[in-house]
């Protein structure tokens, strides 16, 4: 509608408004007229009438606030498309970058990309660069070739390129350990690890897993030190399905298991050192079923098992060690049915509460000298 249009039109209306407010306070007050027996002086008229455009001034306030609220909708809307255009080109940018023969000009488009995330417009946004981060280490993995003179060239070039790739590790903790809600927080979102070669170190000690998916599935932790100490991990599933360690420092120490599900079935144990000390299992599921313990330590010590499923059903131990030193068995369920004691050395000493389920059957009589039980869940000589 043309503007004279509209105001024409709200005038008229707020004329007619005023006349019917008017008229019906007259009626409702009992007045007939000026001079009948209630008498209507010119002080009540005129207050009668500054009553009827007061209520038509307030009426004509509150929408003009709706009108300002809906421009205000319109400039935020605009504003949003023109971060969202700007975004996007700084996006497509940073994505060249990646795609570049030079390291260096690689660093700045993985530098780039973890800016555009955290002042992204949107979670959709923020999420797109993420994924873009986690698909360059998804990348097909080349091996060092060596520091042979012959190939003195293409080893340097290794070492530029996994700078990168450790850059990228290094960003993904430190954005992941920002408490959830503010300024370059990750947490929440997605990471999609699947099949990565993590050689690196990465932090993300004291974070909180909630209300997203973190997979780590065929991953291979080859070196390095990865932190997960004191994390919580809480309506989140996070997945080392079918992970291999095999020389990385894994650590999940001091970590609470309160819900959502934390999968390491089908896992491989075969290196380097993975511990669990003075981890607390309060809830959520914890699947290590058909998993291989081939060699390096795995640490359970201390570890809490108060409620929840914790599934090594179908596990293996056939080298490396294994400690349960100290733990404590005091609710939720903790099955070792179908497990295989093959020759890896597994401890239980000091542990205390119910032993588990499927423990005894597993390890079997006699009991091996690879595997330490407490005298109290033996069974009684014959």
Not at 260 to 282: N, R
Request: charged share 20%; hydrophobic share 40%.
């Amino acid at each position: 509608m043309k503007p004279r249009w509209a105001f024409g039109l709200t005038f008229v209306g707020a004329v007619l408004v005023a006349g019917g407010i008017f008229y019906g306070l007259v009626v409702l007050l009992d007045f007939k007229g000026i001079n009948s027996t209630a008498k209507l002086d010119a002080k009540t008229l005129f207050d009668l009438v500054k009553l009827s455009f007061g209520v038509v001034a307030g009426a004509g306030a509150l929408v003009a606030l709706v009108v300002a609220y809906r421009r205000q909708r319109v400039d935020e809307a605009g504003a949003h498309r023109e971060a969202t255009r700007l975004h996007t080109e700084r996006f497509s940018q940073a994505v060249d970058k990646l795609g570049s023969d030079s390291p260096a000009v690689r660093l700045g488009g993985v530098h780039a990309l973890a800016g555009l995330a955290d002042d992204a417009p949107d979670d959709n946004l923020r999420q797109t660069c993420i994924d873009v981060l986690c698909a360059y280490l998804q990348l097909p993995f080349t091996p060092d070739p060596g520091d042979d003179p012959a190939h003195q060239e293409e080893h340097h070039r290794y070492l530029a390129f996994r700078k990168v790739r450790h850059t990228i590790l290094r960003l993904i903790g430190d954005h992941y350990r920002r408490p959830k809600g503010t300024h370059r927080s990750w947490q929440g979102c997605d990471l999609d690890l699947t099949g990565v070669t993590i050689d690196g170190s990465i932090d993300f000690s004291g974070a909180t897993f909630s209300r997203g998916t973190v997979s780590f599935s065929g991953a291979t932790f080859s070196d390095g030190r990865v932190s997960f100490d004191k994390a919580t991990f809480s309506d989140d599933t996070v997945s080392f399905h079918c992970a291999t360690f095999s020389g990385s420092l894994v650590l999940f120490e001091g970590a609470t298991f309160s819900e959502g599900e934390l999968s390491f079935a089908g896992a491989t144990f075969s290196g380097g050192i993975v511990s669990f000390e003075g981890a607390t299992f309060s809830g959520g599921i914890v699947p290590f079923r058909d998993v291989a313990f081939s060699g390096g330590t795995v640490v359970f010590d201390y570890v809490k098992f108060i409620s929840g499923a914790v599934d090594f059903g179908s596990a293996s131990f056939s080298g490396g060690t294994v400690d349960f030193r100290g733990t404590m068995f005091s609710g939720g369920t903790v099955s070792f049915h179908g497990v295989r004691f093959l020759g890896s050395t597994v401890d239980f000493g000091w542990a205390s509460g119910l032993d588990p389920r499927g423990l005894l059957d597993a390890v079997g009589t006699p009991v091996p000298a690879t595997v330490a039980l407490p005298s109290e869940w033996l069974p009684p000589n014959p």
